[in-house]
């Protein structure tokens, strides 16, 4: 069956320090990949999203690599702020199922000052 | 535009009660969606329509749960009866396939939080 795993144990990270989180995937072949962010209380807000053709993506301080290889997608966030303290959702949507994304159960980042 | 909308944002009833929950999603969207979130099961799939058709409906945990999207700007979704395992926080996301080049981002709404006693 289709899995979507990501770390389950929050991430403690110093401010400053570049945050990396990983997002893996079985049984599935993605056209895209997709990452969100959950602040407590709130519906998760699209971040950035890879295609399957493409190996990185940028924006600000976010990077995000795509390995279809390895079945693999990392989140970094440089220069980590207090602010960028939430829980970050990786999903996965392919052509089989246009629309519809199939979530990971996220990770927590904490950065403290 | 005023984003998807949902309401009740919380709800407490007792076990056996009826609930509904509400949305009205962003205004052009084709394609609404019902999430249950919790600690233990993190955000899953319910049901999801295009074009206010149910396309797929296999996340739905029981008969108790049932979804109608009327139109194009509302949406609902039912539990009778509720039970306490039913306690969650509910989320109704919509998205759109004529955004070009199609990414179907999904935009969530604040979400109904349900407490069943």
């Known amino acids: 069956s289709q899995k979507i795993e990501q770390n389950s144990e929050a991430l403690n990270i110093q401010e400053g320090k570049t945050a990396t989180l990983t997002c893996n995937y079985t049984?599935?072949?993605?056209?895209?990949l997709q990452w969100y962010r959950q602040d407590p209380g709130r519906g998760p807000v699209f971040l950035l999203l890879i295609r399957e053709n493409e190996k990185e993506k940028r924006k600000e301080r976010l990077k995000v690599t795509f390995d279809t290889t390895l079945k693999q997608s990392l989140f970094h966030i440089t220069a980590s702020q207090p602010a960028d303290s939430a829980t970050y959702l990786c999903a996965l949507g392919s052509t089989d199922s246009w629309g519809k994304l199939q979530f990971g159960a996220g990770t927590q980042v904490v950065v403290t000052p | 535009d005023a984003g998807v909308i949902q309401s009740p944002r919380h709800e407490v009833t007792e076990m056996g009660q009826e609930v509904t929950l509400r949305c009205k999603p962003i205004?052009?969207?084709?394609?609404l969606f019902w999430y249950r979130q919790t600690m233990m099961r993190g955000l899953e799939l319910l049901i999801y329509?295009?074009?206010?058709?149910?396309?797929?409906d296999s996340g739905m945990p029981e008969d108790r749960f049932s979804a109608k999207m009327p139109n194009a700007s509302f949406s609902t979704l039912k539990i009778q009866p509720s039970e306490p395992r039913d306690s969650a926080v509910y989320f109704c996301?919509?998205?759109?396939?004529?955004?070009?080049?199609?990414?179907?981002?999904?935009?969530f709404g604040p979400g109904t939080r349900l407490t069943v006693l």
């Open positions: 049984n599935y072949s993605p056209a895209y």
């Open positions: 996301a919509s998205s759109s396939v004529f955004l070009a080049p199609r990414t179907d981002t999904q935009y």
């Open positions: 329509f295009n074009n206010n058709v149910p396309i797929d």
């Open positions: 205004s052009g969207h084709d394609y």
